[in-house]
């Protein structure tokens, strides 16, 4: 790769990036770096080598950008200065994008330690160009099937990434995933496992969104003596040997306080902390022992990592919480099946009454343009549950579809299409003193962001 090329993808980069930012529009976290990867296709690899302390790359299905804002978090407070796509721009536009804002013009960057949210789907080539010396995989779940496909094509994937890896580099791996664990098979470095410990958070009756039914080792049927969430739990390939793996980093006497947060003790090889955590929800609880997981094993002290999770706020969308004219909003991101049932179990143990909800749901290339995924979500959990429910976004009339299915009575729904023209009359629909609850896709959450920056209630998600 040619110095000049490089420079001319840096300064084209750059120059792109300050723009977006003055005019406004998206905040620079995409087409800067997608410019710089098309005149440099080596530039990702060329602007990250020579950090200090290397790479960290977190990926999967669910939770990446919570846990690498935790990781952020928790390593600035050890003081590390960590390069990272905080807005969860995770393809390698994305990464080259945020390299571009912290690079000066001869391509040196001013952090000491990269931290990059990778999606899933690109996490081969990105490994290959920025060399993680650490990874993390949080879970692997149906998600996108029109653009990833069946979660066995993203663990090959995955697993050919880490076959790449240097026997230095390190894993820290969900024990509860079948599909996750077994990316530690033929790995000659070190794994790191997490993952609950509290029995007591067994998912009851029939769980209906399981992914993995079959041992990624031998094939045979796998059997289930605890399901957590969809099919993260204690599990057995009732063939071979393949079991879950003995946790090094748990969770035990997890308690729910509602929407205000979760506690729980940590425990790990090398101690335990208290964890005293603003987010609700048991995936948070999983975001909280991967990030605890790899930053223990970038040598964090537990009290640093026990106080950084205290201060975590989440990144926009996460569980994001606003105070609108006497009004509380939330915003919670829903994407598959088995995130969407885990944000519908936490709404319902968390409101002893009905309450208010708004389904935004789009079908846009960020989104995946298959919407079937919400036939296999549990919106039957909201029967009788919520006091009116409103549908909005480009598949406005598919949600209010299943929600008819679902055995929500309709005389207490409403669908509202464009969210631009109606979303503040629907805000001021709900009582004041009382919550709504949004749970939007990927690009119906940016439209909600925009209207409520415009409406100066929150800055820009980029600002944040």
């Keep these: 790769m040619s110095t000049l090329r490089f420079l001319f993808g840096l300064w084209t980069g750059k120059l792109l990036h300050a723009l977006t930012r003055i005019i406004g529009r998206g905040g620079g976290t995409a087409m800067p770096g997608l410019v710089a990867l098309r005149l440099c296709p080596g530039f990702l690899e060329r602007i990250t080598k020579d950090l200090r302390n290397g ?96 979660v066995e094509r993203l663990r090959l994937s995955i697993k050919e990434a880490i076959s790449r890896l240097p026997d230095e580099s390190v894993l820290v791996l969900n024990a509860d995933d079948p599909s996750v664990a077994s990316l530690a098979d033929g790995f000659q470095g070190r794994v790191v496992f997490f993952g609950l410990g509290d029995e007591s958070w067994r998912l009851k009756g029939k769980v209906h969104a399981i992914d993995v039914r079959s041992c990624r080792r031998c094939g045979g049927p796998l059997k289930y003596r605890i399901n957590f969430l969809g099919h993260l739990g204690d599990w057995r390939c009732t063939k ?84 609108i004219e006497g009004r509380v909003l939330y915003l919670l991101l829903i994407k598959n099946p088995t995130g969407c049932n885990a944000v519908l179990e936490t709404l319902l143990a968390a409101n002893k009454e009905p309450f208010h909800v708004l389904v935004a749901i789009n079908d846009l290339t960020a989104d995946g343009r298959d919407v079937s995924w919400l036939w296999d979500a549990d919106f039957e959990l909201l029967r009788n549950k919520i006091s009116f429910a409103w549908t909005a976004g480009i598949r406005a009339a598919d949600m209010t579809l299943r929600l008819k299915y679902a055995g929500i009575d309709m005389n207490n729904t409403a669908e509202i299409g464009d969210l631009e023209s109606r979303f503040m009359k629907l805000l001021h629909s709900v009582p004041k003193g009382k919550t709504l609850y949004c749970l939007p896709t990927y690009t119906a959450m940016l439209k909600l962001q925009d209207i409520l920056a415009r409406k100066g209630f929150k800055a820009r998600y980029w600002r944040e």
């Excluded at 804002?69 to 600035?76: A, E, G, K």
């Excluded at 996490?123 to 920025?130: C, E, I, K, N, S």
């Excluded at 779940?141 to 029109?146: G, H, M, N, T, V």
């Design 55 to 150: 790479s960290i790359a977190v990926t999967g299905t669910n939770g990446k950008t919570t846990t690498t804002r935790m990781i952020s978090d928790i390593l600035r407070a050890k003081g590390y200065n960590p390069i990272s796509n905080r807005q969860g721009s995770n393809l390698a536009r994305g990464l080259a994008s945020a390299a571009l804002d912290r690079a000066s013009l001869r391509g040196r960057l001013s952090g000491d330690i990269g931290l990059w949210e990778t999606d899933e789907a690109a996490f081969l080539p990105v490994a290959d160009a920025v060399k993680p010396r650490l990874v993390v995989v949080n879970n692997l779940f149906r998600d996108q099937l029109d653009r990833y496909g069946e």
């Design 240 to 323: 071979c040997e393949s079991r879950r793996p003995k946790l090094d980093v748990k969770a035990r006497d997890i308690v729910h306080k509602g929407m205000t947060g979760m506690d729980a003790i940590v425990e790990t090889r090398k101690g335990s902390f208290e964890m005293r955590l603003n987010l609700s929800g048991i995936y948070n609880v999983y975001n909280v022992l991967a990030a605890a997981a790899a930053c223990e094993a970038m040598g964090v002290d537990l009290e640093i990592i026990e106080q950084s999770v205290q201060r975590f706020r989440p990144a926009f969308g996460r569980f994001e919480r606003l105070e």
